[in-house]
């Protein structure tokens, strides 16, 4: 195999890469490393502004595999109508569960137990004790039973929670208990003290959470967003935190990033982290390994993993 792949990391960093492609080192700079014609392996750029990773597509009439470094695909799907038939579409399920889960309990623990607050209180050198929620004995939701979801779960457990309940596209059945449909969502909303959002953004996620859906959380509870921004109806979301019926934790966000004067920062009851999820020191062993085993199996024409679609399927 003489096709060229292109990687955004430096392919002479990644140990155990397979001969016979042509690696070509592209992290979304203005000048291509070759001519995007002869890519047959797309590793889209990590973590860069709109429109970067979908920039070379229109000019890749050869490629045969689009693969993300992230676990959406939502900001590369747009530029998949460039594409010819038959292009595997391959996501980075595996590399963020890890880091995505140990962000979204991070999360949560610091808004029931008020940890913005006490670094507020300590930039002035006050003492402030007082009672603040556990999250044992709490119900937790979680919106996206996928891989990250599941790796939340795992994380949960051992904070003797009272019930945790699942929900995704479809009901399916786990060793840990059952998968609820998004249809039973209305009636799982009111008994949730925390619910997390990790499902994909999608159609039918794109605001699923909507001033209904909103309206259904209980008093007092906290909404968990480490998925897409888009997930979330912004304006529903800041007109029941600024009164207070709800907090939330927000590691994404829309618009993103966030503008200064925003008034998401500045609501009562809301902790935003900058869509830190994933770029941790997990990032990169993990995503070393995943290019290495997919360019092993591209090369000798064995099954790809992760493969979320194929261009010109019918269920495209």
Known sequence: MTADVWLPIPPDEIEGLPEGPHYRHWDGEEDFPADPADCAFYVVPYMKPPGIGVRPLPLMRSVRVVQTLSAGT?????????????????????????????????????????????????????????????????????????????????????????????????????????????????????????????????????????????????????????????????????????????????????????PAEHPLWRAPGVLISPHVGGPTSAFLPRAKRLLVDQLRRFVNQEELRNVILVTGAESN
């Open 74 to 258: 939502d900001h590369v799907e747009p530029g998949l109508r460039h594409l010819p038939p038959g292009v595997r579409l391959c996501n980075a399920r595996g590399v963020h569960e890890a880091s995505t889960a140990e962000l979204t309990l991070t999360l949560i623990l610091s808004s029931l137990r008020g940890i913005p607050d006490f670094v507020r209180a300590q930039d002035k050198g006050e003492w402030k004790g007082g009672f603040r929620p556990a999250l044992a004995d709490k119900n937790v939701l979680i919106v996206g039973y996928g891989s990250i979801g599941a790796a939340i779960e795992d994380r949960l457990v051992p904070f003797e929670l009272a019930r945790v309940a699942r929900v995704a596209r479809s009901a399916r059945t786990t060793e840990r208990g059952p998968v609820h449909p998004l249809t039973d969502l209305p009636a799982l909303l009111p008994e949730a003290d925390v619910v997390v959002l990790s499902t994909p953004l999608t159609e039918t996620t794109r605001h699923l959470v909507d001033a209904a859906f909103l309206a259904r959380m209980k008093d007092g509870a906290l909404l968990v967003n480490v998925a897409r921004g888009g997930v979330v109806d912004t304006e529903a979301l800041l007109t029941e935190v600024e009164s207070g019926r709800i907090g939330a934790a927000l590691d994404v966000t829309d618009p993103e990033p966030l």
